[in-house]
Every structure is written in structure tokens, then in C-alpha cells.
T-cell receptor
Framework: DAKTTQPNSMESNEEEPVHLPCNHS???????IHWYRQLPSQGPEYVIH???SNVNNRMASLAIAEDRKSSTLILHRATLRDAAVYYC???????????FGTGTRLLVSP | ETGVTQTPRHLVMGMTNKKSLKCEQH?????MYWYKQSAKKPLELMFV???????ENNSVPSRFSPECPNSSHLFLHLHTLQPEDSALYLC?????????????FGPGTRLTVT
């Protein structure tokens, strides 16, 4: 299964935008890019996913590079509740499972 | 509240005990999953069920025995566990298994094996 690379941690201030990067240089044409997050002492929570076009929902935006070798999860205004570990995961047709890596730990300061 | 509930939330058991973890989803989904999250390690997929049929067993030891009586319920039966099995056990569900489906996770059961 294709791999993703994320920074171990990032910091942000409350009410500022946050851009969480993910590199996936070996992505195949049919891989979907999924983002989940895990708040402390909770199960993972679905955030957003996409294939080629940028995607928006009530939680976040997903910007996908034209060559699809990288993507960025955008939180438009970080809140303290957004402090979590964010996982970028590729899901393909043959390996239809979520394979979690170590993710990016986002710290949000008041 | 994700629509996936797990009981119990915490469990302490001895190595000779038998216990079961329960998961229920109220989302009308067809696929259900068991994951294990040990301290300082990524989530590991254990089992996958689709329409009550097991479609994935990720080389899980036989002391973990899953059961899926219907699409809404999933159990994990535990017996003769080891201390290294102490972890957070997470259940998830999805509408289908395809790559375009997102998974919804329960809050997990924190298991301690003494």
C-alpha cells in the first residue's frame, strides 16, 4: 500500500488557519486521500477525503496537488478543540483498508 | 456521538479470564471493523466484516475471537490474554468497504490485562 509522510508535530494559535501537509509521492491513480483525526482519549474521527479535486466540508478543506503527490488539510480557524493527531491515509481499490501511520500532532495555543 | 457505541469502556481482566467486548452501530452500515491501539503505536486493523461475513483477519492470535451476528453488532471474545494485549480496542463501521467510504469509530474499550 502507498505510504504517506507527515510532520510529527505542528503548532498553531487559536483562530488562525492551519495547513497540515501530507506527502504521498507513490500514490496511484485510483487512491483516495483520507484524513482522520484523533482527539485525546477518543476514537479516530473522519475529517474529509478526496480523489483529485479540492474538497470542502463543515470541518475542513482538502487541497490536492495537481500531480496528486501531496495534499494539505486546511483548518480555516483553529480552536482548542482541534488539538489532536491528524492522519493522512491513502485508500486504494485493492487494499480497501485504512492503514494508520503516526500522524501529525497539532498543538493549539490560546 | 458518532453512532457507534462500545461497551464496556474500561475492562480489567486476568490472564485466565474470558470476557467479551461489544460494539453496536446505529448508522445502517454494512461493514464493521476491530482495531487495536497500543501505547505509542499506530492503530492496527484486526478484523473486518462485510454483511456479517469476515473478509479480513490481520494475522490476529486465536485468543481474540470475533463474532458478527448481524450488520449492527460486532463482538470480540477474549480468552487467556497476555499483558501485552493491554490496549485501546476500537470498533468502526462504514457503509461499504470501497475506497470512497469513510469509517465511523466508537470511543473504544480500554483493556488492561493483569
Amino acid at each position: 500500500d502507498a505510504k504517506t509522510t507527515q510532520p510529527n508535530s505542528m503548532e498553531s494559535n487559536e483562530e488562525e488557519p492551519v495547513h497540515l501537509p501530507c506527502n504521498h509521492s507513490t500514490i496511484s491513480g485510483t487512491d483516495y486521500i483520507h484524513w482522520y483525526r484523533q482527539l485525546p482519549s477518543q476514537g479516530p474521527e473522519y475529517v474529509i477525503h478526496g480523489l483529485t479535486s479540492n474538497v470542502n466540508n463543515r470541518m475542513a478543506s482538502l487541497a490536492i496537488a495537481e500531480d496528486r503527490k501531496s495534499s494539505t488539510l486546511i483548518l480555516h480557524r483553529a480552536t482548542l478543540r482541534d488539538a489532536a493527531v491528524y492522519y493522512c491515509i491513502l485508500k486504494d481499490t485493492g487494499f480497501q483498508k485504512l492503514v494508520f501511520g503516526t500522524g501529525t500532532r497539532l498543538l493549539v495555543s490560546p | 456521538e458518532t453512532g457507534v457505541t462500545q461497551t464496556p469502556r474500561h475492562l480489567v481482566m486476568g490472564m485466565t479470564n474470558k470476557k467479551s467486548l461489544k460494539c453496536e452501530q446505529h448508522l445502517g452500515h454494512n461493514a464493521m471493523y476491530w482495531y487495536k491501539q497500543s501505547a505509542k503505536k499506530p492503530l492496527e486493523l484486526m478484523f473486518v466484516y462485510n454483511f456479517k461475513e469476515q473478509t479480513e483477519n490481520n494475522s490476529v492470535p486465536s485468543r481474540f475471537s470475533p463474532e458478527c451476528p448481524n450488520s449492527s453488532h460486532l463482538f470480540l471474545h477474549l480468552h487467556t490474554l497476555q499483558p501485552e494485549d493491554s490496549a485501546l480496542y476500537l470498533c468502526a463501521s462504514s457503509q461499504g468497504q470501497g475506497q470512497n467510504y469513510e469509517q465511523y469509530f466508537g470511543p473504544g474499550t480500554r483493556l488492561t490485562v493483569t
